[in-house]
């Protein structure tokens, strides 16, 4: 049985036992992060890897998912407190989850 964030099981969203950075969101990120990300201090990563990942769950784009993730902000020590307390484990991954259970349009 996949393994959880929280400790739960049996979720749509399976976890490794062990994560990059020991952060959970790390390894929800796409095989191949850009070289961008991957050159930023892991502190940097983990609250950029939330924004990534709640845009792209809004937006279903990857590219501009990346693109808001890594932009610069005047005041990013700010940004980066919203980012950490708004922007959950749970928050993403009951996007995540939903975005699993949603029908897929007829193409």
Do not use: C, H
């Not at 049985?1 to 062990?18: I, K, L, N, Y």
């Amino acid at each position: 049985m996949p393994r959880t964030s929280g400790g739960r099981r049996a979720s749509a969203v399976p976890m490794q036992e062990w994560t990059p950075g020991d952060d959970p969101m790390l390894a929800l990120l796409p095989p191949e992060p850009l070289w961008a990300f991957q050159l930023l201090p892991r502190e940097e990563q983990r609250w950029r890897a939330r924004v990534f990942l709640a845009v792209r769950i809004q937006t279903g784009g990857e590219m501009f998912a990346w693109a808001q993730a890594l932009r610069k902000y005047d005041n990013e020590a700010e940004v980066k407190t919203w980012v950490l307390g708004v922007l959950t484990d749970e928050v993403i991954l009951d996007g995540l989850e939903s975005l699993q259970s949603e029908p897929t349009p007829d193409v």
